[in-house]
């Protein structure tokens, strides 16, 4: 599968890569709460204060670092599969990182 995020548009397409000249869905995400976009198309905003939140009132936060790891093996795995033109496993990377 493929997800492809354009900004500022905030146009979101998602569909199978053999099928990405067809077949594709695609819509316009928004979010109210974010007035000025800046960084990360506001979602550097709405992060720092959900932390702000979860600092003030004690609770945990929405991510936590096991998530960043996570979101880091997953990028890593994409790129390699994009650079190696092959499906590249998530616990490939995962392995080397014990």
């Known amino acids: ?15 199978q890569r053999s099928a990405f000249s067809g077949g ?4 316009v995400v928004t979010n109210d709460l974010v007035l000025v ?13 959900d932390f702000l939140h979860a600092v003030k009132h004690g609770s945990p936060p929405h991510v936590t670092a ?3 790891y996570w979101s880091v093996l997953m990028g890593a795995s994409a790129q390699l599969s994009i650079e190696q ?7 490939e990377l995962h392995s080397l990182s014990r």
């Open 37 to 49: 976009e800046g960084f990360h198309h506001g979602a550097s905003y709405l992060e720092h204060l």
């Open 66 to 68: 096991l998530d960043g």
């Open 1 to 15: 599968g493929k997800v492809e995020a354009f900004l500022p548009s905030g146009t979101v397409r998602v569909g």
């Open 85 to 91: 033109h092959r499906v590249v496993e998530i616990s």
């Open 24 to 27: 594709v869905e695609q819509s």
